[in-house]
Each structure stands twice: as structure tokens, then as C-alpha cells.
């Protein structure tokens, strides 16, 4: 299979690594030169780690970079068999970016959404024949994280929904499936439990670390809710607060003290403090 990235931000590159080790041919394309070479880089250092951890031997590794080409050229995407769709949440960009894939791509190829909280119905919207779109919500790291959350839109045709569950599969990770709701499962219940980590340390219940503690500890949670959040991303947390809040009520509302981080500038791992300090891709707890 040939699979066409769209955006080479975090989620991106992420989803690019995890289909080339998994032997198909990728081609990551974003309309910054800058960031395409970051892009290469991350996925290279990543691969060096899984060699480390013996993941991986060296020919894999060199198989799975000659495997992945980086472009901002849009032609790139017409051979793509599946186009997965990894930039901001923002419904007007991903419509934007979707819209000029589809003037590529062939008409049989899937088209794929990684958002994590938007309509993919709505997403969707652009394209000429929405019957082919899906949403393919990978998990942050996506090289580790084993989950794809596969959502079905109002639209999405069976044939779409089967081979998108077939693609999960071929590249290694577990599918659950679910209807386009808002939040989907995963971001709705995960945003819930991170959204109270922060209530309770607003009021001083606990510290971050502690409250990560207990989760971890607790109920075997490989990352706590506040951490999870720091990686995510406290902005990106915000983002999705405030569409659940729109759609499903107050008990969504943001607690000001994700609010007054955000306006800091505090967001998380990505700009080295959130409700923790990072200091070389870990938190100082």
C-alpha cells in the first residue's frame, strides 16, 4: 500500500514512522521545507532508538527510511492508495488540505482523518464522495501507542469502514470502532479524566506528580492524566474542552487553571513546562 501523510507536525511524522516500519511505502508531504526535515530527522532518531531497544535491526531501519519520502509537492499523492489527513484541529485547514489532496489522489483511494475530537462527518464535508472518508485517530506517540480509534462518519461507506479496520491491522495496532459523536470514546472519556486530574489540583487535593501517582499506580495507567495532558498538549487539551463543552455541556467547561497555562505559554512538553518541567523530552516530577 502506498499511504500519503498530510501534515508533518507531531501526530504526522508519528503516523508516517509506524506505516513504513510496517513495510508499506509512504510519502509525508507538508507545505514547509523546515519542517519536513525536522520530520526526517524524528523518525530517523526514533528508529535509532528502536534498534536500542532491540525493535529493530539496522537493515529494517534502512528499509523503513528508504521506504519514506518527504515532499511539499502535491503531485506526490496520486499514486496513495490511502491519504491519512494530520494537521491542526482546524475544520477550514483540514478542509483545505483535503480538498487539494482529492484533486490527486484516485478516485478508489481512502481518505483518512486523524482528528481526535472533530465531526469526521464534518470533516469530511469537502470531499466530493465522503463515502471514502474515515477517521483514523492514532494515539500520541503513535510508534507506541497501540490503539486506532476508527470512526465511522455519517456517510462513511461499509466497504471504507472494512478496509480501514484491514489497514489497523496490517500495521500492527488494535482497532475499536466507533460512531462520529463528539469526542468519539477515547477523547471524550480521556479529556474527562484529565479535566478532573486539573480540578483537583486547582483546589489542592493533591500535586500533579501524586495525582499521576495514583492513576499509574493505581490503576496501572502507563502515563498519568496531567503528564498525558503535558504531552498532548495543553492547547490542544483546551481546543477539545471547549468543542465538548459547545456540544455536550458544562460538565466540560475548562478549568481556569488550564486556561491561565495556555495564555502563559505553558503547553506542555512541547514548549518545556505544562504542569510539569521538561527537561530533555522528560518531566521533572
Known amino acids: 500500500m502506498h ?12 503516523i508516517a514512522h509506524v506505516c513504513a516500519v510496517a513495510g508499506h511505502e509512504v510519502t509525508l508531504r507538508d507545505v514547509d521545507y523546515s519542517v519536513l ?5 524524528h523518525i530517523a532518531s526514533n528508529l ?22 518527504t515532499t511539499t509537492d502535491l503531485d506526490a499523492l496520486a499514486g496513495a492508495t490511502l491519504a491519512v ?4 484541529e ?8 483535503l480538498s487539494e489532496a482529492e484533486s490527486v489522489l484516485a478516485a478508489d483511494a481512502l481518505v483518512g482523518t486523524n482528528t481526535s475530537s472533530l465531526s469526521v462527518t464534518s470533516v469530511m464535508d469537502c470531499l466530493q464522495d465522503p463515502s471514502r472518508g474515515v477517521g483514523l485517530h492514532f494515539f500520541n506517540p503513535a510508534y507506541v501507542m497501540g490503539l486506532v480509534e476508527v470512526v465511522t462518519g455519517e456517510r462513511t461507506s461499509e466497504e471504507t469502514r472494512a478496509a480501514a479496520e484491514s ?16 469526542g468519539f470514546a477515547s477523547s471524550r472519556l480521556g479529556v474527562a479524566l484529565g479535566c478532573e ?9 493533591a500535586d500533579a506528580a501524586d495525582i499521576d501517582a495514583a492513576m499509574e499506580l493505581g490503576y496501572r495507567h502507563p502515563m498519568g492524566p496531567l503528564e498525558l495532558t503535558d504531552v498532548v498538549g495543553l492547547d490542544v487539551r483546551l481546543d477539545i474542552l471547549e468543542y465538548l463543552r459547545a456540544e455536550l455541556g458544562e460538565r466540560f467547561k475548562p478549568p481556569q487553571l488550564l486556561k491561565r497555562k495556555v495564555r502563559a505559554g505553558k503547553l506542555g512538553k512541547k514548549t518545556g513546562e505544562g504542569f510539569y518541567v521538561w527537561n530533555d523530552g522528560e518531566p521533572i516530577r
Open 197 to 205: 486530574a486539573m480540578r483537583m489540583v486547582e483546589s489542592g487535593v
Open 48 to 69: 535509532d532508538g528502536s534498534i536500542e531497544r532491540g525493535k529493530l535491526t539496522e537493515d529494517e531501519r534502512a528499509a523503513a527510511l528508504d521506504r519514506l519520502t
Open 90 to 97: 482546524d475544520i477550514e485547514l483540514k478542509h483545505a488540505v
Open 167 to 182: 489497514f489497523v491491522t496490517d500495521i500492527g495496532k488494535e482497532t475499536v470502532t466507533v460512531t462520529d459523536t463528539p
Open 3 to 14: 499511504v500519503a501523510v498530510l501534515g508533518a507536525g507531531t501526530m504526522g511524522r508519528d
Open 85 to 88: 489527513e494530520a494537521v491542526p
Open 37 to 41: 526535515s525536522e520530520a526526517h530527522d
